[in-house]
């Protein structure tokens, strides 16, 4: 059974003793698997996203990789709370907001000009009805 390309990254990493540039983890992975240039330039960005996703690497940014088993939790953990700060998150609440307001308006001032017609016509026919009640 051939290996796959992830195979072949983790064999590469696991034998440098220190973090691996992902052009030469490339390069290795290709060379390795007998891919032709036209192979490769196909897989390498599929073979990124999966490097990504798979639990035996990590990024230590810089295009630099190595294995998650060499680095403790708090070098390689990524606080979300971080990425997305309050600040966005308020100017983002903000614009839904004034979007609602703004709905809202249009809405309510459809509404009133219904109703102001609908009672107008009321009124006139209250008017009528008292003419036709007085004779």
């Known amino acids: 059974m051939a290996k796959s390309l992830l195979d072949y990254a983790y064999d590469y990493v696991s034998g440098q003793s220190q973090q691996s540039k992902f ?9 390795e698997a007998g891919l032709s240039k036209e192979e490769a330039d196909a897989k390498v ?24 088993i060499r680095h403790k939790f708090e070098k390689v953990h ?18 839904e907001e004034e979007e609602e307001a703004e709905y809202n308006s249009a809405f309510e001032d459809e509404n009133k000009s219904k109703d102001d017609d609908l009672g107008s016509e009321s ?13």
């Open 45 to 68: 960005s599929r073979f990124y996203t999966n490097l990504m996703l798979d639990g035996r690497f990590v990024t230590l940014g810089e295009n630099e990789w190595d294995l998650r």
């Open 78 to 95: 990524i606080d979300m709370s971080e990425v997305y700060s309050d600040v966005e998150t308020y100017d983002e609440d903000s614009e």
């Open 123 to 135: 009124e006139e026919e209250a008017e009528e009805e008292k003419e036709d009640n007085e004779f």
């Open 23 to 31: 052009e030469d983890i490339w390069a290795y992975c290709v060379q």
